[in-house]
């Protein structure tokens, strides 16, 4: 029988450095791996105890929030930007990221059953189906991951992704980092730990892949583009501050997390390429410190620690790739 190719077939080759910084991400991804069964959450089951009930909710919320965001990037997000990128080494890099979105998922699932009973588990699971301004926010990510189709929405899903990574998780991340630096849930603050510095890696190679294709336009084009992606950023930060205020309420921390949610705004306008564009004040100390994704020295008694990884863990500077 013969069979006539319609296409030629192309293998992934790693023995050749495609750009000057995908090998480094994907040595830098595999260094991080880690699995939730690897930390210990029942050391928070004391604590847990001790929070008063509306801690308890506030902690079980922003959990759930997080869960619904990861499950949407690692089943849309990452898929989206791969179906128009050629390159096999960068499929590789992001399939790679997208497989550790579904594990962060999991691992607030971890958190969960180690905590909570079937019944708060079902509840909270339910309240993330009707919690409306936590629904809205997954409808702006998906309309446009879902509109990708050409290089022009594919930059747009690449911004979208990186103000989801650099920016929407940390209303989340913001409490388990409050309580975690001041010695309350900490094992569980290893895992937020852990999961903050795989967004890291991930905001900044998809930024450095959106200049890249921000680039390859002429200047018209990047104005317009520009607007759009500002208009994404506005949309997004508008719903962001209703949606902390409405599961913050009564903690008085709304202002300190809104404050956070524009500092981390600005860090992704930076992985995108693009200057500061909110004002914002001094971050809380201890947030802020928590944001270190350096490795952290623990006991291997205690909590797993953010230095586990299975090779030398050094943290990318921007000298380390080019564009």
Not at 17 to 40: C, H, M, R, Y
Not at 144 to 172: A, I, P, R
Not at 229 to 250: A, C, G, P, Q, V
Request: glycine share 6%.
């Amino acid at each position: 029988m013969t069979f006539k190719l319609s296409q030629v077939h192309k293998a992934v080759n790693w023995n050749k450095e495609d750009d000057g910084f995908t090998q480094a991400f994907w040595d830098q991804n595999v260094k991080q791996f880690w699995l939730p069964e690897e930390i210990s959450v029942s050391k928070d089951l004391k604590v847990w105890s001790q929070l008063e009930d509306r801690e308890r909710e506030l902690y079980k919320k922003v959990l759930g929030g997080l869960t619904l965001l990861d499950t949407k990037q690692g089943n849309n997000g990452v898929p989206s930007m791969m179906s128009l990128t050629e390159n096999l080494q960068r499929k590789a890099v992001l399939s790679f990221m997208g497989t550790m979105e579904e594990i962060h998922a999991k691992s607030y699932s971890s958190i969960f059953m180690t905590l909570l009973s079937n019944t708060e588990i079902d509840e909270l699971f339910e309240w993330i189906e009707k919690e409306p301004t936590l629904q809205r926010k997954a409808d702006l990510i998906l309309a446009q991951y879902e509109s990708t189709h050409c290089n022009k929405s594919l930059y747009l899903s690449m911004v979208t992704s990186v103000f989801l990574e650099s920016f929407l998780f940390y209303s989340g991340f913001f409490y388990p980092l409050y309580l975690s630096g001041q010695g309350k849930m900490v094992a569980s603050g290893e895992i937020i730990s852990l999961i903050l510095r795989d967004e890291s890696l991930h905001g900044k190679y998809i930024g450095l892949l959106a200049q890249e294709v921000y680039s390859s336009f002429d200047e018209e084009e990047k104005v317009v583009l520009k607007e759009r992606m500002f208009k994404i950023l506005s949309d997004l930060m508008e719903n962001e501050i209703e949606y902390t205020n409405n599961i913050y309420k009564e903690s008085g921390l709304e202002e300190e997390v809104i404050n956070f949610l524009k500092y981390n705004a600005n860090r992704a306008l930076d992985n995108l390429g693009f200057e500061k564009f909110y004002e914002v004040k001094d971050v809380n100390p201890i947030v802020l410190n928590g944001l270190s994704t350096e490795t952290k020295t623990h006991d291997f008694f205690s909590t797993k620690g953010n230095g586990y990884q299975k090779g030398i863990y050094e943290e990318l500077e921007d000298e380390d790739f080019l564009i």
